[in-house]
């Protein structure tokens, strides 16, 4: 986990932001094929990476960011073993990342391509930058979450990228 938020505190500073807007859901949308498939094997999951992105494998972190960096988003397998712990966590493991967390999403609990998924969003600061945040938990192989965040109001220009990159994260087939 120390290592997580390493990595997000130097993509916070190094980063031009944008925002997530308030958390939503994982969508179901049709996702056209795209160039390339990445694996997180602990996770047990895939998706394709829309035109432009790029994706940063980093021990068991991935860091997948928009083609200008300007919205992240962080893969990690939590310590917690099961699906609703790590639900729990989520409060505790966002404080040591986000300082001053506001929730204005509590929180809402579906599927996604056939997994157990838990989605939250909020506000908050990350030395001392306002960000908008979104998390989400996805139960295929492990847990994974999802930590997603930018500065607030530029998410709208990635609306149709991030839907298609969305609808791609799928069980290792």
């Given at each position: 986990m ?7 505190c130097l993509i ?12 939503k ?5 049709s996702a ?6 990445f694996?997180?094997k602990?996770?047990?999951?895939q ?6 992105w ?7 972190v ?11 988003m ?5 310590d917690?073993?099961?699906f609703?712990?790590?639900?729990k ?8 990342t ?18 157990p998924h ?20 996805l139960?295929a192989?492990k847990v994974?979450?999802?930590l997603t965040f ?8 990635h ?13 290792i087939?």
């Amino acid at each position: 986990m120390k290592k997580l938020l390493i990595s997000l505190c130097l993509i916070l500073t190094t980063s031009t932001f944008a925002s997530v807007g308030s958390a939503k859901p994982i969508a179901k949308f049709s996702a056209p094929v795209t160039q390339e498939v990445f694996h997180h094997k602990e996770a047990g999951i895939q998706f394709e990476l829309p035109k432009g992105w790029t994706a940063k494998p980093d021990g068991e972190v991935i860091t997948v960011a928009t083609a200008d960096d300007s919205l992240q988003m962080v893969f990690w397998v939590p310590d917690e073993d099961t699906f609703d712990a790590a639900v729990k966590d989520l409060d505790k493991e966002l404080d040591k990342t986000i300082k001053n967390v506001k929730t204005t999403d509590k929180g809402t609990q579906d599927t996604h391509n056939g997994m157990p998924h838990f989605s939250a969003g909020g506000t908050g600061e990350v030395e001392g930058v306002t960000i908008e945040w979104s998390v989400d938990v996805l139960a295929a192989k492990k847990v994974v979450i999802i930590l997603t965040f930018a500065a607030p109001g530029i998410a709208e220009a990635h609306a149709a990228e991030t839907a298609q990159f969305i609808a791609s994260i799928q069980k290792i087939k």
